[in-house]
């Protein structure tokens, strides 16, 4: 049987990931941090299932001991890093932290793989971060521009990465992976930020979403199907760096009027700037708003990926658009309300 170690099991990702590979026949290992609170809701259901091929671990990316001992006694075939401090915004408070975890954390996984076994084969969770400045659309040849202490440290985990495939013959790769969404998303993303809103207002709870940037634009999948491309780079006769993306992009404005629309809401937008807010249609009641404090120190404006190769080399084909995947969000917030 093979063995796989996630490190950052307990994010979204890691959720998914979890559950592809055990049911691809894999016994997989997960890395959590300790944490005041014991449970972890996100993949309770998966790793607490005495049934199931799986095991966590304590652990952290910056402990270069503990990574090493992980790695030597588990002995994967494969491992997956997507251990981050994942918040772009959020980079900009803490940039030596962020730093450590998703700069130097990965340098002490490959570390550990380089002399515990260089037969095991690594993925990097990058990210479109790293084009940042870059406007036009973003491919495997685009120079980098990142703009955040998150898209920095990100830049180094990719660089360091191909510097181990090329220097120690290892099977490391880089998916340079755009945005990507679901339920589990972490509830201080945009798109949950949204889903929540959408949710209370349907459950009738007197709320205002308050963002920041309206302007900029992502192109945004599912992490169920970005999960996949992770494993099937890693099944790659050949290590190569692939952009994982859906090739569209929309803006945040756009975001949020969708949203509302799959519930019959309409949003008419006034004002300018720093002072537009967005009314239901209907009520006239007030129900978007920016707040200064959700901008950040620069920004990234467009994200929009040419997914050409990922399609040619691991036939990455997304199921689900931006639609889909926000109704099923505002489904599952509904849900979590009235339950
Ligand atoms: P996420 O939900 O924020 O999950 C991050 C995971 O990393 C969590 O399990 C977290 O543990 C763990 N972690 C944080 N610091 C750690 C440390 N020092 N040692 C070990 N684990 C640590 O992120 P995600 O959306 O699943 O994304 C997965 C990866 O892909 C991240 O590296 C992210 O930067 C990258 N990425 C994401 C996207 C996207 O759109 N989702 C796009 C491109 C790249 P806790 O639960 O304890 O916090
Ligand atoms: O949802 P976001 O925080 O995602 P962002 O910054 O694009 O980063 C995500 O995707 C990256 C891949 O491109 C990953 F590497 C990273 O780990 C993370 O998963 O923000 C999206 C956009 C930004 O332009 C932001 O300024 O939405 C804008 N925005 C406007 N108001 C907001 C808000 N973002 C957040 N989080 N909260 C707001 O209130």
Redesign the pocket.
Known sequence: MKKALIFGVTGQDGYYLSKLLIKKGYFVHGVRRRNSIVENLRIDEIFFDKTKNCDLHYGDVTDSISTLNLIKKIKPNEIYNLA?Q????ISFDLPEYTSNVDGIGTLNILEAIKNVNKKIKFYQAS???LFGGVSKIQNEKTPFYPKSP?GVA?LYSYWITKCYRESYKMFCVNGI???HESKFRGE????R?VSKAVANIVCNKNTVL?????K?K?DWGHAEDYVEAMWKMLQLKNPVDLVVSTGKSIS?KRLIELSFNIVGIKIIWKGKNENEYGIDKKTKRKIVKINKK?F?PN??DN?KGDNRLSKKIINFRPKKNIQDIMSEMIENDIKLIKN
């Open positions: 981050a994942s918040h772009v915004g990210t479109s971060e998150y990100k992976l755009f945005n201080n993303f945009i798109t930020k308050e963002v920041g940037n309206l900029s992502r945040i959700f950040r920004e990234v994200l």
